[in-house]
């Protein structure tokens, strides 16, 4: 017998959360860019609302208002912590790759609240490309941004999660706008996006670095990111040629590697996989029928929602990280 109905009409909160979980956590995840530390504010919101007295949230009017509220609230002073963070960080930094939900492992999230990767909609808010420019900006920014632009918030709501007056909400929401316009590429059809990944895959597994350079355009980059614990090189490399030799070099120290078409925060992507286990998993911008960007991301506690097991993660300083970068699979 299924107790949840009654336990909700007893308790709208309890309602809200069941109701708002997808938005909650596609919010924070977007505001975050990491999916653990999201799954971690939806928690804290959760937990701050049954820590009111009953009365209290009783006179809550609207409980899903609310939740959403203390929910960007803890991921602004999140934020503000992060660039702190993100200094100490071993090599680049890449926000958190999303399979999707028929990548999820079973089991991984329990509480029969759904798996929360399955719970972000993969949108093109959440492709890499977007999330990377979020990055760029401050988090009051990011936060107007994404509540107005992608959830379609009014800045008077916005306004009091942020403590500003909803004028300088609609400015923060402007000035990301254009930074957001200024990054963005041409868009790409899904079939000519997934079609040049997978080319790109077979240029790599057959070792042919003409077909490589090919496929990359003349100024790509690639950013890798190991976070200390998986070997990655430390900086951006870029160059289509350079790019390619070190794929090529990566590919001879990693024998066994198995590539995978797969989806990546809704867009065409590569996972590498040693032994069954998930070692990389690579995003791609395609502009002018060339990729232009990869994001490799190692660092194993990013690669949770692709089931890659806890063994993976041996702490490594950064020279370690520097030594191991050609063992980057």
């Given at each position: 017998?299924?107790?949840r109905p009654?336990?909700?009409?007893?308790?709208?909160?309890?309602?809200?959360?069941?109701?708002e979980r997808?938005?909650?956590i596609g919010?924070?995840?977007?505001?975050?860019?990491?999916l653990?530390?999201a799954e971690?504010?939806v928690?804290?919101a959760?937990?701050?609302?049954y820590a009111?007295?009953?009365p209290r949230?009783?006179?809550v009017?609207?409980?899903?208002?609310w939740?959403?509220?203390?929910?960007g609230?803890?991921?602004?002073?999140?934020?503000?912590?992060?660039r702190?963070?993100?200094?100490?960080y071993?090599?680049?930094?890449?926000?958190?790759p999303?399979?999707?939900?028929?990548?999820?492992?079973a089991?991984r999230?329990g509480?029969?609240?759904?798996?929360?990767?399955?719970?972000?909609?993969?949108?093109?808010?959440?492709?890499?490309a977007?999330?990377?420019?979020?990055?760029a900006?401050?988090p009051?920014?990011r936060?107007a941004?994404?509540l107005?632009?992608?959830f379609?918030?009014?800045f008077t709501?916005?306004a009091a999660?942020?403590d500003?007056?909803?004028a300088?909400?609609?400015?923060?929401?402007s000035?990301?706008?254009?930074?957001v316009?200024?990054?963005r590429?041409p868009?790409?059809?899904a079939?000519?996006?997934a079609?040049i990944v997978r080319?790109f895959?077979q240029?790599?597994?057959?070792?042919?670095?003409?077909a490589?350079?090919?496929?990359?355009?003349?100024?790509?980059?690639m950013t890798?990111?190991?976070?200390?614990?998986?070997?990655?090189?430390?900086?951006?490399?870029?160059g289509?040629e350079?790019i390619?030799r070190?794929?090529?070099?990566?590919?001879a120290?990693a024998p066994?590697?198995?590539?995978?078409?797969?989806?990546?925060?809704?867009?065409?992507?590569?996972?590498?996989?040693?032994?069954?286990?998930?070692?990389?998993v690579a995003?791609?911008?395609?502009?002018?029928?060339r990729?232009?960007?990869i994001?490799?991301?190692?660092?194993?506690?990013?690669?949770?929602?692709?089931?890659t097991p806890?063994?993976?993660?041996?702490?490594?300083?950064?020279e370690?990280?520097?030594?191991?970068?050609g063992a980057?699979?």
């Amino acid at each position: 017998m299924d107790i949840r109905p009654e336990r909700e009409a007893a308790d709208p909160g309890l309602s809200a959360i069941t109701r708002e979980r997808r938005q909650l956590i596609g919010l924070a995840y977007r505001l975050l860019g990491s999916l653990t530390e999201a799954e971690d504010a939806v928690q804290e919101a959760c937990a701050r609302w049954y820590a009111l007295p009953g009365p209290r949230r009783e006179a809550v009017a609207s409980p899903g208002a609310w939740l959403t509220t203390v929910t960007g609230r803890i991921c602004l002073d999140l934020l503000g912590s992060a660039r702190a963070r993100r200094e100490r960080y071993v090599g680049e930094w890449v926000p958190e790759p999303l399979p999707d939900g028929t990548e999820w492992p079973a089991g991984r999230a329990g509480g029969g609240g759904g798996d929360p990767a399955d719970l972000v909609a993969l949108d093109e808010s959440v492709d890499m490309a977007f999330l990377v420019v979020l990055e760029a900006m401050t988090p009051a920014e990011r936060v107007a941004f994404i509540l107005h632009d992608v959830f379609r918030y009014p800045f008077t709501e916005v306004a009091a999660i942020v403590d500003r007056t909803p004028a300088a909400c609609r400015q923060l929401a402007s000035s990301a706008r254009r930074r957001v316009r200024a990054a963005r590429a041409p868009a790409v059809p899904a079939g000519e996006r997934a079609r040049i990944v997978r080319d790109f895959k077979q240029a790599w597994e057959a070792q042919d670095i003409a077909a490589l350079v090919g496929l990359l355009d003349p100024g790509a980059t690639m950013t890798a990111d190991g976070g200390g614990r998986a070997g990655a090189v430390l900086r951006p490399v870029v160059g289509a040629e350079r790019i390619a030799r070190h794929l090529l070099g990566l590919a001879a120290r990693a024998p066994g590697r198995t590539l995978l078409e797969r989806s990546v925060n809704g867009r065409p992507g590569l996972v590498a996989q040693q032994g069954g286990a998930t070692m990389t998993v690579a995003a791609f911008e395609v502009a002018d029928g060339r990729i232009t960007r990869i994001w490799a991301v190692r660092n194993p506690e990013k690669l949770r929602a692709w089931g890659t097991p806890s063994s993976a993660s041996g702490v490594r300083t950064e020279e370690g990280a520097a030594e191991g970068a050609g063992a980057e699979g």
